[in-house]
């Protein structure tokens, strides 16, 4: 359409070729900017245009300035072309870096909803979603709303499924299966969203950057994300902390059933695992191993890692309770007997 406009509405003098090579160069650059809009944020995109008429404004202002001083007229045409190009540049510029600071939602109607729906959004990192257990979440409706997967993430994940390696090829063909999961699941809407942030080179730098345009969480379990996210004031959703959370609470003399599964460091020592994973060292089980046995808690470690629980096998009181059993079947057969 503009190559047809430039042909038709060409000045005299100018040739077809030439207003068809103008038209063609402007719908280019007309579609790119498009293109970019569609990737930025609202508030990017309003940060611009007050950053680009504040910048008009300046070079306005600066070309009547100069006019004013009887300057030579081909001397003020090229202030008032250098000053338009560059403080409509330097406008633009800060006005799209310093958008994300304006706060839409407070101007209310037309910018009041979208702001309000990212904030419930949560962004997926790659450990996460290969991790696996947050397709478990979202099913059982812990996990609700819109998640977003950034394509940075999406690209990470399908290098890792094409490694070389096959354990890394494993993990990352079952994130793909994943993110499957999510996409069937009722409660979820997964986004797929191409905001990317090109100078910057680390994948959890752009998520943080990215939870700060979105004004959303991130969820994740890598501890250093975890870290760093917090210092830049963006909330984490752990799963390493919901495990840790949801583990079950067990005090200093309490009793509890476990099946010894190994040695341990100690000489007398014995380890068992719970079925969320928890650690049981146990004195005095050394020779219990592959039995199942009733232990008594003596104290309980809280790590970074999660909870250890010590405890400790006392051999004479389950040989007691062993006879005890042997006894009431030997009496209930002889009742049955009679």
Do not use: W
Request: hydrophobic share 45%.
């Amino acid at each position: 359409m503009f190559v047809a406009a430039s042909v038709y509405f060409r000045p005299d003098g100018v040739s077809a070729q030439v207003a068809a090579g103008v038209g063609l160069g402007v719908s280019a650059v007309v579609i790119f900017l498009e293109k970019r809009f569609e990737r930025m944020a609202l508030g990017r995109v309003f940060g611009l245009t007050l950053g680009l008429m504040a910048g008009l404004i300046c070079a306005a202002l600066s070309s009547f300035v100069v006019g004013q001083l009887g300057t030579d007229t081909r001397v003020l045409h090229l202030v008032e072309t250098a000053s338009l190009l560059v403080f409509a540049y330097f406008g633009a510029v800060a006005g799209a870096q310093k958008g994300t600071l304006v706060h839409l939602e407070a101007l209310g109607g037309l910018f009041g909803p979208e702001s309000g729906t990212r904030h419930d959004h949560k962004i997926l990192d790659t450990s996460v979603i290969i991790d696996g257990r947050v397709g478990d979440i979202a099913e059982t409706g812990f996990l609700d709303g819109v998640v977003v997967i950034p394509k940075f993430v999406l690209h990470e994940l399908q290098m890792v499924a094409d490694s070389q390696d096959s354990l890394k090829r494993t993990r990352g063909r079952r994130g793909l299966d994943v993110l499957q999961r999510l996409q069937k699941t009722a409660r979820v809407t997964v986004q797929i969203v191409d905001d990317d942030f090109p100078k910057i080179r680390e994948v959890d730098l752009k998520l943080i950057e990215l939870a700060i345009l979105y004004k959303c969480r991130i969820v994740t379990n890598d501890f250093n994300l975890n870290k760093v996210a917090h210092v830049r004031g963006v909330e984490v959703l752990n799963i390493n902390e919901l495990a840790n959370a949801l583990r079950p609470v067990v005090l200093p003399g309490e009793s509890m059933r476990v099946f010894i599964l190994k040695e341990g460091k100690e000489y007398t020592q014995g380890v068992a695992y719970l079925d969320d994973g928890t650690m049981v060292v146990v004195d005095n089980a050394r020779r219990m191993i592959s039995k199942t046995i009733d232990i008594t808690v003596t104290s309980v470690l809280q790590t970074t890692a999660g909870k250890m629980i010590f405890g400790k096998f006392d051999e004479r009181a389950q040989n007691g309770q062993a006879a005890m059993d042997r006894q009431e079947r030997r009496r209930e057969q002889a009742v049955g007997e009679a």
